[in-house]
């Protein structure tokens, strides 16, 4: 039986008990274990079961890679599935449930699929839930929906009640993985000054070395990482991190890291979670490495384990997963496993070699303990069931005759180790393999590179491969003189443990198994796949690793084939009779380790998960009548309502008395984007039609811009500040992405231009001051000339107005005489207040975007997302002038000259009228004679845009007509929305007011 032993457990404070529930039994623990720790003193071996067959499963690993001992944790709404037991640290109150199991854990009706399982093998599905065809909707959908997941999800109506954060970081040197290779690394990149930090997932120090034992110049490990995390905390420039997991590499040197804040002690209170977005100049990697399992019949069964675990529960916390231990190995470490056993007065009936040799010098010490070895032999099978009642011996290289049963309640297993090398290849690292040590190792010739072409990821220590102290600590000093710019001058501490002898490869126990024992043979213990499996996918001509892989979700589970992979892999490459550098590995893919949800979420949740963006004139629009309407993320006012008024005839005021005197408009939302640097201008010319490197400071230009499709997609006016700064405004709804657009290009097709952007929308208040008198209003302010002669239209000039620091550009969306002053945020609402007072001698009148749509759709401006439906050119819209022929390119020239594109034969903008001069309904269809193949109405055209203008007193409407320029007073029929109603109207010039643009060049 597991239990916990009289003495030891470094990690775990006797003296405090903490009670707990699995499945509703109360347990108890102690201060400093964790839930896997807790459970296997208390004898709970069984702790779930598997996914397909439903087999008992218990506690494997004692790390991140544990597949079985995955849990739901907490109740209500602290009900969180898929939790390892293994890393989830005890605390008063935890509650744990298994799962995939009904009705309960120790009697599954689900089992019954072991019993089918020479039929239900790798694939089963694609050959069995295709006939008869009708059975899918109504009998097989259901049945895998029913059966698919794992764990509980949480109820949908409630709401998590923990905090959690997002932190940012910029340093010199990262460090991912605290064992001694880490602090060394760490160490040694410190000394330089540069700023380091340091992080390590797991609350402790040291890694496998305190653990396995050994000395650092001449000091036990953990005296060592004492001292050595002494040192880095004295440091200045050294930050370091437990409960913190280095989740994924990316681009430029970004990390993200994912902190465990609270897990481990709720009642804190703060974030439970943080994820940190870290820059990171360089990145050392010392992940370490994880011990490979082996394949052999009832490998799965509760009570076979990893070596390192079983030695893990012992020496950390005090536990024995067993009273009789067999110990199976094709390498020197298990015998650490055995010896510890023994020492702590634990029966080892046998450690089973695999090697025909044997072992070195930890062999003699075991054999001085007393315990049996035999060499060059393996496990046929585990007897047992819910747990490990015994093994049965034979020869390694037979085929699976039984020499010998042996008596034990657990089994410790070891098939070598295999460098975590994820983080290393998220970024592109690339690997090689080391026949030697039969492991998948970096390679440094082929590094992740940074920016400016060099590697920017080192890995050290057991994550490069090297798996002796002393190879393993030179390794870390080396890294971290590298990442820091050191001359790697190696001074690293000596390292002293036992000689090894070198391991053996070893796929399968036995290596010529017959059917019957492979088929029992597992290599993904979660989702239930065999070495069998494997062997079929590659019969049936899966050669593709990554084809197998979902072919019989080897490695699809939730540790990700951190077990599975390589064993994996090599019975693969055995099936294919090819080298296993050959058959390569599946794609390693972030996050490293599950992230919660509720961290990549951070605050934008409730108010915060979309929030409502305000202008510094927001709240004194919603006092003083706004009824608002959303336009993107930002809530701007439709118009502005008085006592008595609707909203067609707040609407009708605020026209007349814009085009009759002065309107003022919060313009704050439109987008603002800085474009700045030496390649500025051709960087503008790349994503405008027309020409924007030849704008002259103090100028504006009106622009468009295309995606790569050739479809318009934002307009805007363009100020140049200066021979290497533009200001680009968009349309509101577009400012977030066309930055993002921006920097797309420069990230992935000029990342070499030397061009910076900024999204300013937010940094500045804008106010349209707009009618005939708007410039009598701005004079009336004072501090600066804003007469036609000193500021032209389309011009801008920086100055003063009653006192506020102003940029004014001389632009107009209205047709009429027209300012936009943009004063630093924190100034908006004074200046609209100051231009509110001194506007009450000219009725200044405050307006909302219906009345801006209708006076732009009066001028015949189009509107991005009412003119444009994402297939439109601008030369649908008669935009060509707009389009300069003096260039080569711009974003979606090339598209532009497709056949369909370049032709004339398109909806093409115009101007409409009703003959009886109604309003047009918007979106409405012009109808045409016909039916297409579809039983349609043929159409040939549709409204875009259509208002009642105050100023005309009639409708009008803008519209995309079949070679609608080319029909100039024709009447065409539009469709209402009942599909019966007629409405005729007359094709015009789409500009109503003003054509000459007399008004806006006083």
Not at 73 to 95: I, M, S, V
Not at 180 to 199: D, F, N, P
Not at 318 to 325: A, E, L, M, N
Not at 720 to 740: K, P, V
């Amino acid at each position: 039986m597991s239990t916990r032993v009289a003495k030891g457990g470094r990690l775990i404070d006797r003296s405090k008990t903490i009670e707990f529930t699995f499945n509703g039994k109360r347990f108890q623990g102690h201060a400093g274990d964790t839930l896997a720790s807790a459970l296997l003193s208390a004898n709970q071996m069984l702790v779930g079961r598997s996914f397909k067959y439903h087999r008992p499963r218990g506690i494997v690993a004692s790390g991140v890679e544990e597949p079985n001992a995955i849990v739901n944790l907490g109740e209500g709404n602290k009900h969180e599935p898929n939790q390892r037991a293994t890393t989830t640290e005890l605390f008063h109150g935890l509650t744990a449930t298994s799962q995939n199991h009904w009705p309960s854990l120790e009697y599954d009706v689900g089992a019954v699929n072991g019993l089918l399982g020479r039929f239900l093998t790798a694939g089963f599905y694609y050959k069995t839930f295709i006939h008869p065809r009708p059975f899918w909707k109504h009998i097989y959908e259901p049945f895998i929906r029913q059966s698919a997941g794992l764990g509980k999800a949480p109820d949908p109506e409630t709401r998590d009640p923990d905090h959690y954060e997002h932190f940012y970081a910029f340093v010199d040197v990262l460090v991912v993985g605290g064992g001694v290779a880490g602090l060394q690394a760490a160490k040694a990149a410190a000394v330089s000054g540069k700023r380091v930090m340091l992080i390590e997932q797991t609350a402790h120090w040291g890694g496998r070395a305190v653990v396995d034992g050994g000395e650092i110049d001449g000091k036990p490990v953990d005296t060592w990482v004492n001292d050595t995390l002494q040192a880095l905390e004295g440091m200045e420039n050294v930050r370091i991190r437990t409960r913190m997991m280095g989740a994924g590499v990316y681009d430029h040197g970004y990390v993200l890291g994912y902190e465990r804040v609270n897990d481990h002690a709720p009642e804190i209170g703060g974030p439970r979670h943080r994820l940190w977005r870290i820059r990171a100049k360089q990145i050392v990697t010392a992940t370490g490495a994880l011990e490979r399992p082996l394949s052999f019949a009832g490998n799965d069964i509760p009570g076979v384990m990893l070596a390192s675990a079983v030695r893990d529960y012992l020496v950390n916390y005090g536990v024995s997963p067993g009273d009789r231990t067999v110990v199976v190995t094709n390498n020197d470490d298990a015998y650490r496993t055995a010896i510890a056993l023994k020492q702590a007065g634990l029966a080892v009936p046998c450690i089973i070699d695999a090697r025909h040799e044997g072992g070195g010098a930890l062999m003699k010490e075991a054999q001085a303990l007393g315990i049996r070895v035999e060499m060059g032999h393996g496990i046929a099978k585990v007897h047992g069931g819910k747990r490990v009642s015994g093994v049965s011996l034979c020869r390694q290289n037979g085929e699976g005759n039984v020499l010998e049963d042996i008596d034990c309640d657990a089994v410790a297993m070891s098939g070598g180790w295999s460098p975590v090398v994820h983080l290393w290849s998220h970024n592109g690292g690339k690997l090689t393999w080391d026949a030697d040590k039969a492991f998948f190792k970096p390679d440094p010739s082929r590094a992740p590179i940074g920016d400016d072409g060099q590697p920017n990821v080192i890995t050290a220590g057991a994550a490069s491969g090297h798996l002796r102290l002393k190879e393993l600590l030179e390794d870390a000093d080396k890294a971290g003189k590298m990442s820091a710019g050191l001359d790697a001058v190696s001074d690293a501490p000596m390292g002293t443990d036992a000689d090894e002898v070198a391991l053996e490869p070893v796929w399968l126990m036995p290596s010529g198994a017959h059917y019957g024992l492979r088929l029992k043979a597992w290599l993904d213990f979660q989702n239930d796949v065999k070495v069998s499996d494997v062997q079929l996918a590659a019969r049936e001509g899966y050669e593709s690793v990554e084809h197998t892989k979902r072919y019989t979700t080897l490695g699809m589970a939730t540790d990700q084939g951190k077990l599975s992979n390589i064993n994996g892999l090599a019975i693969l490459s055995g099936a294919l009779g090819a080298d296993i550098p050959n058959v390569g590995t599946t794609t390693f893919r972030p996050p490293y380790t599950t992230i919660s949800m509720g961290a990549i979420t951070g605050d934008a949740r409730g108010d915060l998960f979309h929030p409502v963006r305000k202008t510094p004139i927001s709240d004194w629009s919603i006092a003083h009548g706004a009824d608002l309407e959303p336009v993107g993320d930002w809530r701007r006012p439709y118009t502005y309502l008085r006592d008595g008024e609707t909203r067609e005839t707040a609407v009708i005021r605020e026209i007349k008395a814009t085009r009759e005197s002065v309107g003022l408009l919060d313009a704050s939302t439109l987008g603002k984007i800085i474009v700045k640097g030496p390649d500025a201008g051709r960087f503008m010319d790349m994503l405008y039609t027309n020409m924007m490197s030849t704008l002259k400071p103090g100028k504006c230009r009106y622009g468009l811009m295309c995606s790569e499709n050739g479809f318009l997609s934002d307009d805007g006016v363009v100020a140049r500040i200066d021979e290497d700064t533009f200001l680009c405004h968009t349309t509101t709804g577009g400012a977030d992405r066309i930055h993002a657009h921006m920097e797309e290009w420069l990230q992935t097709e000029w990342w070499d231009w030397k061009v910076y952007t900024a999204n300013v929308t937010e940094q500045y208040a804008q106010i349209g001051v707009v009618g005939p008198n708007a410039r009598k209003l701005l004079e009336k302010l004072g501090g600066m000339d804003v007469s036609k002669e000193a500021m032209a239209f389309m011009e801008w000039k920086d100055g003063e107005l009653a006192g506020f620091p102003v940029r004014v550009y001389r632009i107009s969306f209205s047709g009429e005489l027209s300012y936009e002053v943009s004063v630093p945020a924190s100034q908006g609402r004074a200046l609209w207040d100051k231009l509110m007072e001194e506007g009450k001698a000219f009725n200044a009148t405050p307006y909302g975007t219906e009345a801006l749509h209708v006076m732009r759709a009066e001028k015949g401006f189009i509107m991005i997302g009412d003119e444009t439906d994402g297939t439109v050119i601008p030369q649908d819209l008669g935009l060509h002038w707009a389009i300069s022929k003096k260039k080569d390119d711009y974003i979606g020239k090339r598209a532009q000259t497709r056949r369909f594109m370049d032709n004339a034969d398109r909806w093409q903008l115009v101007g409409l009228e009703t003959v009886d001069g109604s309003v047009l309904p918007d979106g409405a269809y012009a109808v045409a004679a016909g039916k297409n193949a579809n039983g349609q109405r043929n159409t040939q055209g549709r409204v875009t845009s259509t208002y009642y203008s105050p100023t005309l007193d009639k409708g009008i409407a803008m519209g995309l007509v079949h070679n609608g320029p080319q029909r100039m007073g024709e009447v065409i029929p539009f469709m209402k929305d009942d599909g019966e109603t007629v409405v005729d109207a007359k094709i015009v010039n789409a500009v109503f007011y003003d054509p000459e643009g007399e008004k806006q060049n006083v």
